[in-house]
């Protein structure tokens, strides 16, 4: 009986979800195509600007997704209360535990779904959607194509003027330090790029190195570089973080430490990343709790408007704490995870009342 229960619930929320996500996916799109608009140029028109706008969706989907969850279950759970359907749940035996119990397994098959798009799914659509656009944009102009990168390797910084989604570099400059902070070497090629065994392969080499008896310079037109940063993550450090996997956004928090640079960015990111996917298994474990409430006997304008008000309530509070724990250097984690947090306060608070 519980078994038929539950897939009846989790059938009624996934429906509402569905469709709530389908409407709110709408809108940011909307938007998304309205303000690519206002910048298109070169090969970068309207057909490209609908292409990019559909590959972004599941990334948009993504971080809309537990402020849908919210709405639909409210919607969905609230349609069962008005028809009396919950209450004839309770008559049958069924607790407040046992009903959360099933709420709670359609949060966490949405939590998987969550968690299996913002991980293998967004992020690369979402990297591949801006790539396409810059090359469209700048197709006929290819000095303004890649991006200018600094990249630190232990005790050598590299600067790189040109990176293409090809990992051709053009010129780079090679700075070289001793363990006490000294300048050992200043290098520059004219072109490079990372071969399929990771080795960097500079061509046009000249280095100039400061000796203690003098200064030498060696020349080669084509000299082989091993660093510990690999054509992965150099093109990690090219991407905005919100276009990364989270094993991606793990990976070069590593990189970072490792060489003793500021990670915060990244960790917010992942953290914030973590706690938005976890939030979904809360949701409509809270849709349940003011289901029972006054929300019982009120109509969907009502519960539509106590979803949309918690969950942009929700989603402002999060960005807010992002980006401030990263101007006030803030703990990251304790910064991602404090919105998520509350809104578990308040759903075991509500479920408490419940009678």
């Given at each position: 009986?519980?078994a038929?229960?539950?897939?009846y ?8 979800t569905?469709?709530v ?8 799109g909307?938007?998304?195509f309205?303000a690519?608009?206002d ?5 970068y028109q ?11 969706l599941p990334?948009l989907a993504f ?6 969850v919210l ?6 759970l ?5 028809n ?5 749940m ?6 407040i535990?046992?009903l959360?119990?099933?709420?709670a397994?359609?949060g966490?098959?949405?939590?998987v779904?969550t ?10 659509l979402?990297y591949?959607?801006?790539n ?5 944009r700048?197709?006929?102009?290819e000095d303004r194509?890649g991006?200018?990168a ?14 293409s ?6 010129r ?8 006490s ?13 990372i071969?399929?065994d ?9 280095e100039?190195?400061f000796r203690d008896?003098g ?20 093109g990690?450090?090219?991407v905005k973080p919100?276009?990364l996997?989270?094993?991606?956004l ?16 990244y960790?917010t990111?992942?953290w ?5 996917t976890?939030t ?5 474990v809270l849709?349940?709790?003011f289901?029972?409430?006054s ?6 304008g ?7 008000v918690?969950?942009?309530t929700?989603?402002l ?9 990263q101007?006030?250097d803030?703990?990251?984690?304790i910064?991602?995870w404090?919105?998520?947090a509350?809104?578990l306060?308040v ?7 419940v009678r």
């Amino acid at each position: 009986m519980n078994a038929i229960l539950s897939q009846y619930m989790l059938r009624t929320i996934l429906t509402t979800t569905v469709l709530v996500l389908v409407v709110l996916l709408a809108l940011a799109g909307l938007f998304e195509f309205i303000a690519e608009l206002d910048d298109t140029r070169g090969n970068y028109q309207t057909p490209q600007v609908v292409l990019y706008t559909a590959l972004r969706l599941p990334q948009l989907a993504f971080e809309l997704l537990p402020i849908a969850v919210l709405i639909g279950s409210l919607l969905g759970l609230g349609a069962l209360a008005a028809n009396s359907e919950i209450i004839v749940m309770r008559s049958a035996g069924l607790s407040i535990m046992k009903l959360s119990g099933m709420v709670a397994l359609t949060g966490f098959v949405l939590f998987v779904c969550t968690g299996l798009l913002g991980e293998f799914i967004g992020p690369p659509l979402d990297y591949f959607a801006r790539n396409m656009r810059l090359e469209a944009r700048f197709e006929h102009d290819e000095d303004r194509l890649g991006n200018e990168a600094w990249i630190k390797d232990d005790n050598v910084f590299l600067h790189l003027e040109r990176v293409s989604s090809e990992f051709e570099f053009g010129r780079v400059y090679m700075f070289r330090f001793d363990d006490s902070n000294e300048l050992e070497s200043i290098a520059q090629a004219d072109n490079s790029g990372i071969g399929d065994d990771d080795r960097w392969l500079l061509e046009n080499f000249r280095e100039t190195r400061f000796r203690d008896d003098g200064v030498q310079v060696v020349e080669t037109s084509l000299a082989v570089e091993s660093f510990n940063v690999d054509a992965e993550v150099l093109g990690i450090s090219l991407v905005k973080p919100q276009s990364l996997s989270g094993r991606g956004l793990y990976g070069y928090i590593s990189y970072l430490k490792r060489n003793s640079l500021e990670s915060e960015r990244y960790e917010t990111e992942l953290w914030y990343r973590i706690a938005r996917t976890a939030t979904v298994l809360v949701m409509p474990v809270l849709a349940l709790a003011f289901v029972f409430g006054s929300l019982r006997t009120g109509g969907a304008g009502g519960r539509l408007m106590v979803g949309v008000v918690i969950g942009l309530t929700y989603y402002l509070a999060s960005e807010m704490l992002a980006n401030s724990g990263q101007v006030f250097d803030l703990n990251p984690a304790i910064i991602a995870w404090l919105p998520s947090a509350l809104l578990l306060l308040v759903t075991i608070i509500a479920l408490t009342r419940v009678r």
